[in-house]
């Protein structure tokens, strides 16, 4: 299995353009799950997805943000205007619900390095 | 509410010697999960072990151990033997039952192990 493939791994864009993001989640895997990581805020959780519904999108920053899932192999988080602010590393990760195997090592991509100047 | 405390911000060691990275979590589900990731300096997330609250047996893989504490609400994390590949931030994190699967990360502890 190939992992949690994200794209593009870095994004440098002029404030106030469109920047999406994508992410491929491991084959199988019911939840999917957008996080951000800054040097103020750590690692937050902006969105997640159980088969392929979200759930809990208490995260996202603000309006400028939203996520979509189309089908259980593709997510894509879209930032429209971009601000400095949002300048960070964003990760996807995907994870499988079962009886036994709950919880178990949720599973990151390589990260977006997202760069807006 | 959730919440995963690691009170070391930075940790520095020679190689060779121990060092034991805390964390202690706040959460109100019975049923609870725990995790260690390892986050090295190329930037991706490393899982590096999950531990069921039911299950306060402690953990050696390796020169890796984890003491699950219930009663202090800890789960920390020791490396024996440090060598200068384990220099990475090491992030404890959360997940309960009652959260729909939402995994709540710690601020993390930045190890530098030095030669």
């Known amino acids: 299995d190939a992992g949690v493939i994200q794209s593009p791994r870095h994004e440098v864009t002029e404030m106030g353009q469109e920047v999406t993001l994508r992410c491929k989640p491991i084959s199988g895997h019911d939840y999917l799950f957008w996080y951000r990581q800054t040097m103020m805020r750590g690692l937050e959780l902006l969105i997640y997805?159980?088969?392929?519904?979200?759930?809990?999108d208490s995260g996202m920053p603000e309006d400028r943000f939203s996520a979509k899932m189309p089908n259980a192999s593709f997510s894509t988080l879209k930032i429209q205007p971009s601000e400095p602010r949002d300048s960070a590393v964003y990760f996807c990760?995907?994870?499988?619900?079962?009886?036994?195997?709950?919880?178990?090592?949720?599973?990151f991509g390589s990260g977006t390095r997202l760069t807006v100047v | 509410a959730q919440k995963v405390t690691q009170a070391q911000t930075e940790i520095s060691v020679v190689e060779k010697e121990d060092v034991t990275l805390d964390c202690v979590y706040e959460t109100r589900d019975t049923t609870y999960y725990l995790f260690w990731y390892k986050q090295p300096p190329s930037g991706e997330l490393v899982f590096l072990i999950r531990r069921n609250s039911f299950d306060e047996q402690n953990e050696i893989s390796g020169r890796y151990s984890w003491n699950f504490q219930k009663s202090t609400s800890s789960f920390n994390f020791t490396i024996t033997a440090s060598q200068v590949v384990d220099s990475a931030v090491y992030f404890c994190?959360?997940?309960?039952?009652?959260?729909?699967?939402?995994?709540?990360f710690g601020q993390g502890t930045e190890l530098s192990v030095k030669p």
């Open positions: 994190a959360l997940s309960g039952d009652n959260q729909g699967g939402k995994l709540i």
């Open positions: 997805f159980n088969n392929n519904v979200p759930i809990d």
């Open positions: 990760a995907s994870s499988f619900d079962s009886v036994n195997e709950r919880n178990y090592g949720y599973t």
